[in-house]
């Protein structure tokens, strides 16, 4: 199929890179890699393959792949760093960098980076500045297309436990969404299918350009998708 994108995704593991295999599943305008160093259940009727190897390998993947665009998801917290600074950058900036650099190097020339609301390097917050500064680094590579997520609190299930702050601000989040207004909206809560979506749509653009998308711009992006053929 000539319209046919492939996607490799980094940080397949996690809440959005297997919501977004999910949501490929049935369709035959995309083709989906996921790159990891462990192995995941795939969702029944997945057309994908699952590529395992060593973060330091992951370019030399990339590279046998050739893919039309990388979508990283690539994420720690800071509980899982040991709420050690030097640990939470080696996986938030070092390896997202490291990894959208070989791509780079390998021919992709798009690349879907997923950050935070809020992300800013100039940020007196540690885990905005670090995202703001990956955010400032990722435009600077040489992607002819750069679109980078920006969402709120992400819903949806998690294989591992969240942290009790982030489980009520889920469980509330039906309610504060609506409390929040004008520069606040972008602090709403968002599916993670919703973000998926957009990723899938997004992928399909080749418009050259460097994009920033709050909430309101993923929901925009993932209504475009379209819809699978019965």
Do not use: C
């Not at 390998?57 to 990388?70: A, E, N």
């Not at 490291?98 to 980076?113: F, L, N, S, Y």
């Amino acid at each position: 199929m000539s319209d046919l994108v492939k996607i490799a995704i980094v940080g397949a593991t996690g809440l959005i890179g297997r919501t977004i295999i999910e949501r490929a599943v049935g369709r035959e305008d995309i083709r989906v890699f996921g790159i990891a160093r462990r192995e995941m259940k795939l969702p029944e009727g997945a057309r994908m393959e699952m590529m395992l190897a060593e973060p330091d390998q992951w370019g030399k993947v990339i590279g046998q792949i050739k893919p039309d665009v990388l979508v990283s998801a690539l994420g720690t917290t800071w509980n899982k760093s040991g709420k050690s600074e030097e640990a939470f950058r080696a996986v938030d900036q070092d390896l997202v960098l490291d990894t959208a650099k070989a791509a780079h190097e390998h021919g992709v020339e798009r690349i879907i980076a997923v950050s935070s609301t809020g992300a800013d390097a100039g940020s007196k917050n540690f885990y905005l500045r670090v995202k703001g500064e990956v955010e400032r680094d990722l435009l600077k590579i040489g992607f002819d297309r750069v679109d980078i997520f920006r969402p709120g609190l992400l819903r949806g299930a998690r294989s591992n436990d969240r942290r009790a702050g982030e489980r009520l601000g889920i469980t509330l989040s039906p309610l504060t969404d609506l409390l929040m207004h004008g520069k606040y909206r972008k602090y709403r809560s968002i599916s993670a299918e919703d973000v998926a979506d957009a990723a899938l749509a997004l992928s399909m653009r080749k418009a050259a350009g460097k994009f920033k998308h709050d909430n309101d711009a993923i929901l925009r992006a993932a209504h475009s998708l379209p819809q699978l053929q019965d």
